[in-house]
């Protein structure tokens, strides 16, 4: 499971808490860098231009002001003629005043991805797997970065660490229909990429517990 929040002393806190609750020890594995990340899929033809991973945002530059912007997005778009009219009048602001704010916010890399979301299971994509490799960390970046530009590849970064209890500090995500076609499809990238001459694992997923994007305003209100 992923773990957001504003800090990494709140995402520890978090962490503990669910130690606490379930009794079961976490494998705290930190985010170290981000390659690329599109949760969209290609249903015909390549990957879409214009997405993946943007420089870092400065967290200093968001406002409160566009914090409130982003709660009132958390749970999507309003399903009317005028969705962002609906989100001013929410705010108190006025419709042209979001769509600047918005805009501002994705030329600030602060919003990465703004699109639909697709309950990809619903349409056939019901092989999903996190491949992971130990590669080492002078080469990482290098190799990643050829990873992180194929199109079967929605998500790949690179994370800690946690020896002996695991290895791999490279992910990369890739959806299909069948297993076997996945699997094909990770083992091509590996020898394409130099992957094949690490050890590596495939992590398929068995069943979705819960699956959405950041909740901005229970971290606004926890932080209060």
């Not at 400065?58 to 749970?75: I, K, M």
């Not at 309950?119 to 490799?133: D, L």
């Not at 209890?165 to 890739?174: D, E, K, S, T, V």
Request: aromatic share 8%.
């Amino acid at each position: 499971f992923v773990v957001t929040a504003g800090c990494r002393g709140d995402v520890q806190a978090t962490l503990a808490a669910i130690e606490r609750q379930s009794g079961i020890a976490v494998l705290d594995l930190p985010l170290e860098q981000a390659y690329h990340i599109d949760l969209g899929f290609r249903l015909t033809g390549k990957r879409r231009q214009g997405f993946g991973v943007a420089g870092p945002a400065d967290p200093c530059a968001v406002s409160d002001t566009d914090r409130a912007l982003l709660g009132v997005l958390e749970d999507g778009l309003p399903l009317v003629a005028r969705p962002y009219l609906a989100l001013a009048n929410r705010l108190g602001w006025s419709e042209e005043e979001v769509l600047d704010r918005l805009g501002a916010l994705i030329e600030r890399s602060v919003i990465t991805r703004f699109g639909c979301i697709l309950r990809h299971r619903r349409i056939g994509y019901q092989a999903n797997a996190m491949a992971v490799w130990d590669v080492p960390d002078d080469r990482v970046d290098e190799i990643a970065g050829r990873l992180a530009e194929r199109d079967e590849v929605t998500l790949c970064y690179r994370r800690t660490r946690r020896l002996p209890a695991w290895r791999y500090n490279l992910f990369a995500m890739i959806h299909g229909a069948e297993r076997a076609q996945v699997s094909a499809q990770v083992a091509q990238a590996a020898r394409e990429t130099g992957l094949d001459a690490f050890a590596s694992a495939i992590l398929f997923s068995t069943h979705c517990y819960k699956q959405r994007g950041a909740c901005m305003s229970s971290q606004m209100k926890g932080a209060a």
